[in-house]
């Protein structure tokens, strides 16, 4: 059914809460510039497009503001009329003519002022949007007020009959312009959606995120209202970020239904099977998180070296949510030989995409037990991995290496008492990781020609408070502030015997051997064989740090 209809009819369909916004639809993102020229398509009669809506008897659960606006509820008694295109317009009409809605302070795209003084031609506009300080009364005439007839007569007073004229003029063109309404009448929601998708694929896109809302959308089913409430039950767990990083979410439901991590492969799946399987897909995403709280102490996001490492684990622990699948040790073996492997070789630093919708197809299949293995490469470190990569914290190297130092339960060097892992890497700051050889004291006693002093080798966890009772001594010097025995200090934080020699070239050469060791049980590889240091090395300069390297097998 298509009816034009007036301005002011617009608004006090809005202002009675018979039109509405389903939450569906995008927020309101146009700028005053396009407000502007938006009134000024009005005024001159040009075509600037139709409304689309949606009538139905039936209320919605979940509902968004006109922008800066918000809506009375409608009589239940009368069928109410959702915006299914044409909000961007209809708001910035609304936010411009209305007078019935206090605001604080009216945002600046609903400032519009309609130029006295510029001669009109076919092209140029004469509106614009104006702050306060910029506003010229003897030019700059506000049209808030043309559906107000107090304020109209308030704003016209003092200016001369040409100009009266003038304004008369405007305030007539929008009183008559009618604006171009086509309404559906249907309580089939899934038809709704459909509409709201096809129409949506033309002009400003749609994310992926947008597009789905309208596709799975239904009356108790609102795709960003579970994003939402999924960012709030996982808060508690140091996983908050999870629920509001949409493009993750969405690679983790296509994944699940469709076991292609691309978000684009969900468009084409049916509204109803979104809504049925998104359950499980949220049972997979807590078996993930849960899996890497206790198998890898990663207390949130921002551990992770790649947050796409949830993707495929999702895939593995998605089920129903009464039933979550069980993991075997063999199934539990071969998924943490893939998160070392993939983290220290950065196999999702290139085709991320590709990478990733191989992992998913064997997690599946190592899920149904149809295969015992996952058949990603070794991952050799080179024997100087560790003193040719820089500490840097949001590398993905770096971050490997700390998740790597939290296996082996580090203690305090002061206190020799466990690091609370999970306070420390929930905080996750630079300010609880430091050098065990102080940079202070290697630039002092010039051992600093050899190595850099923020190499991983020289890295350890090692608190606010500690590092401030240490200061710029040397190890041999602090040595004497902790505890008598330090055997489990030593062992914890993989440490060579000769830490507290106070030979810098000595220790870094050893402390690597220690991490290759480490970082090869974990990677399941035979380390190099140790070298022993050279009695006087040459000095080095390094360009490029070294990196992980992947052999197939």
């Known amino acids: 059914m298509a009816e034009p209809l007036h301005i002011r009819k617009i608004m006090e369909e809005l ?72 909000q961007q317009r209809i708001t910035s009409i609304f936010g411009v003519f209305q007078t019935d809605i206090q605001l604080e302070k009216r945002p600046l795209w609903a400032n519009i002022y309609y130029d006295l003084l510029t001669p009109e031609n076919a092209q140029d506009s004469s509106f614009m949007a104006l702050a306060d300080d910029e506003v010229d009364r003897t030019r700059h005439f506000p049209i808030h007020c043309l559906f107000d007839p107090v304020a109209y007569r ?52 749609l994310d992926t995120v947008q597009l789905l809302s309208a596709w799975t959308w239904s009356g108790d089913f609102d795709l960003n ?100 699948h069980k993991m075997t040790s063999k199934q539990r073996t071969e998924i943490l030989k893939w998160f070392w492997r993939t983290c220290f070789g950065r196999r999702l630093n290139s085709q991320p995409i590709k990478t990733l919708k191989e992992d998913v197809a064997e997690f599946s299949e190592l899920k149904n037990r149809t295969r015992s293995e996952l058949s990603i490469a070794p991952v050799h470190l080179s024997d100087s991995f560790f003193f040719e990569t820089i500490f840097r914290l949001n590398s993905v190297l770096s971050k490997t290496f700390i998740l790597m130092l939290a296996q082996r339960g580090p203690r305090s060097f002061i206190s020799g008492s466990k690091i609370d892992l999970h306070k420390v890497l929930k905080e996750y700051n630079r300010n609880e990781f430091h050098h065990i050889y102080p940079r202070s004291y290697i630039k002092a006693s010039e051992q600093d020609i050899i190595f850099d002093e923020s ?99």
């Open 15 to 86: 202002v009675a809460g018979r039109m509405r916004v389903p939450n569906f639809q995008r927020g309101f993102v146009w700028n005053p510039e396009r407000v502007a020229y938006l009134m000024d398509s009005i005024y001159k009669g040009y075509p600037f497009g139709s409304i689309l809506l949606w009538r139905t008897k039936q209320e919605l659960a979940h509902e968004r503001d006109l922008g800066a606006f918000k809506l009375p509820h409608n009589d239940p008694y009368y069928p109410t009329d959702y915006i299914l295109d044409g």
């Open 455 to 553: 190499c991983l080798a020289n890295i350890c966890f090692l608190s606010r408070t500690d590092n401030n009772a240490i200061g710029g001594a040397s190890p041999g010097v602090y040595r004497a502030k902790m505890p008598e025995d330090i055997s489990e200090i030593i062992t914890s934080n993989l440490l060579p015997e000769s830490t507290f020699a106070d030979d810098f070239y000595k220790f870094i050469h050893e402390r690597c051997n220690l991490l290759t060791l480490e970082a090869s049980k974990l990677l399941e590889v035979m380390p190099p064989a140790p070298k022993p240091p050279q009695s006087k090395p040459d000095p080095i300069i390094i360009e490029n740090p070294g990196a992980a390297t992947s052999v197939i097998a």
């Open 154 to 205: 308030k704003e016209t007073d003092g200016y001369n009959e040409e100009l009266i004229q003038r304004i008369d003029k405007l305030q007539a063109r929008f009183k008559e312009a009618l604006i171009p309404v086509q309404t559906i009448s249907t309580e089939d929601k899934t038809a709704v959606a459909i509409v709201f998708e096809r129409v949506n694929q033309r002009g400003v896109e």
């Open 225 to 324: 209202r579970k994003f939402e409430d999924l960012a709030q039950e996982l808060t508690p767990f140091g996983f908050k970020e999870v629920g509001a990083n949409k493009d993750l979410l969405l690679r983790c439901c296509s994944a699940v239904m469709t076991l292609d991590p691309s978000p684009e492969a969900l468009i084409n799946l049916n509204g109803q099977k979104v809504r049925d399987s998104f359950e499980t897909v949220i049972t997979g995403i807590k078996g993930a998180i849960d899996f890497l709280r206790k198998n890898v102490h990663v207390t949130s996001l921002e551990n992770l070296p790649y947050e796409n490492i949830l993707v495929p684990l999702c895939v593995f622990f998605a089920d129903d949510e009464k039933n979550q």
